[in-house]
């Protein structure tokens, strides 16, 4: 019987591949003739096969210029050998699977064999999380961010005696510059070891570049990467940075520096903060969401798509007040989650450089939205460990004088311990 319930694991993990397969297909029938389809994706194929054959991965030619790290290059040289539909099918069916194991491990790792209620209650979250904003829209691009975001998921809530541990987060750093973030983190949580293999694996990475791709390593490295100019323009009202906020809200891109410096290293110590404190309350998925959170809103820019951090933290959310059988919670992570399933910031608003710096007011809180729904799920992870670390301590002090001292013949009664 119970080797009859073990088979059945490999063969729903299967089934679940499969599936994924059948709806990359149909994603490729349904968008091959989109514009957007395979955009991102096509951007790191033109990287791959820059560093295949020698030539300036860093050059300015359509599509966007190459933003990544030249280990990405190296990692994209495959997706030169298949064509854009081939390289969605590749692409769109690795993301459908990053995602449901994502969604598994925010779940806590529920077993999928004998009971069907776990299996139900992941396909139910894949199903929604598919309409999501940000996933939507990193299947159409056929961006990595589902997969970037499951590498560090399975690296930070692995046990913490794993000799692996921070591997995941330095490979996902060393795609895309901003998951080093988790480093901080990791350090102030005293988990040096795995602070010093993320460390590790982004250094050998560094260094792979550097054999592979010299010129292009010294060019990225030397000032490149730095260059936020490459990726888009700050005014976009489809990136939801608070750099962007910044921008738009005061209709201007010059001399904002060293306040969006300023307010960016606030919220970096005040996520990192929140971080460590749940962390510390054993509240590890929070504090990954928090982290995640804090890391998104200090980038330079932060495109709606990469936003996919969003699927953690609602399903933490919802956990909450499933276990607190809180209304409010579950009321406020229902408008999160139509917010995100709406899109404010596309209702009647252009994409252009010049007007997206003339906003009304109305206009700037529809482009701000997800920015500020981030800033919110920073106050209100405060607020909840707040209140718990409260009600800890009331029922401490609860404890302490709850049972007074009982004397007997001008001595302590044994039941009491001092």
């Not at 990225?220 to 323009?233: E, H, I, K, M």
């Not at 059988?325 to 709406?342: D, K, Q």
């Not at 109305?362 to 009600?391: C, E, K, M, P």
Request: glycine content about 8%; aromatic content about 8%.
């Amino acid at each position: 019987m119970v080797s009859g319930k073990l088979a059945s694991v490999p063969i729903r993990v299967l089934g679940l591949a499969l599936l994924a397969a059948v709806l990359a297909v149909a994603a490729a029938v349904l968008y091959q003739h989109n514009p957007g389809w395979m955009y991102d994706a096509r951007v790191y194929r033109n990287g791959g096969a820059a560093a295949l054959h020698g030539q300036d991965v860093y050059r300015r030619l359509p599509p966007p210029a190459f933003t990544y790290a030249p280990f990405a290059a190296l990692v994209f040289i495959p997706l030169t050998l298949l064509s854009t539909n081939g390289m969605g099918l590749l692409v769109t069916t690795a993301s459908l699977v990053c995602l449901a194991a994502s969604i598994w491990l925010c779940l806590g790792r529920p077993a999928l064999d004998g009971d069907r209620r776990p299996l139900a209650l992941c396909a139910s979250v894949c199903a929604l999380a598919l309409w999501v904003d940000p996933v939507s829209l990193t299947l159409l691009l056929g961006q990595v961010n589902l997969i970037l975001m499951f590498l560090v998921l399975l690296d930070l809530l692995a046990a913490d005696g794993s000799r692996w541990k921070g591997m995941g987060v330095g490979v996902a750093a060393a795609i895309k510059l901003t998951p080093a973030f988790f480093v901080l983190y990791l350090v102030l949580t005293r988990r040096l070891r795995a602070a010093a293999v993320a460390l590790a694996t982004m250094a050998a990475t560094v260094a792979l570049g550097f054999a592979a791709l010299p010129r292009d390593s010294s060019r990225y490295w030397g000032g490149v990467f730095l260059d936020s100019s490459r990726v888009g323009a700050p005014q976009n009202v489809r990136s939801q940075s608070l750099r962007s906020l910044l921008v738009r809200w005061l209709h201007t891109s010059q001399g904002l520096e060293p306040a969006w410096i300023l307010l960016g290293a606030a919220v970096a110590v005040g996520a990192l903060g929140l971080a460590v404190w749940a962390h510390r309350r054993g509240e590890e998925l929070l504090a990954i969401c928090v982290c995640a959170t804090g890391a998104l809103l200090i980038s330079p820019i932060t495109w709606q798509h990469h936003w996919v951090w969003i699927v953690p933290t609602l399903i933490w959310l919802g956990q909450r007040a499933w276990r607190t059988r809180s209304r409010l919670l579950l009321v406020i992570a229902g408008i999160i989650t139509a917010e995100f399933l709406a899109r404010p910031y596309i209702w009647g608003i252009a994409v252009d450089p010049v007007v997206d710096l003339r906003l009304g007011t109305w206009q700037l809180l529809q482009s701000s939205t997800y920015a500020i729904t981030a800033l919110f799920v920073l106050g209100l992870a405060g607020l909840i460990l707040w209140q718990d670390h409260r009600r800890q301590a009331g029922l401490v002090t609860s404890n302490q004088t709850s049972t007074p001292p009982e004397w007997t013949g001008g001595r302590p009664s044994r039941a009491v311990k001092y």
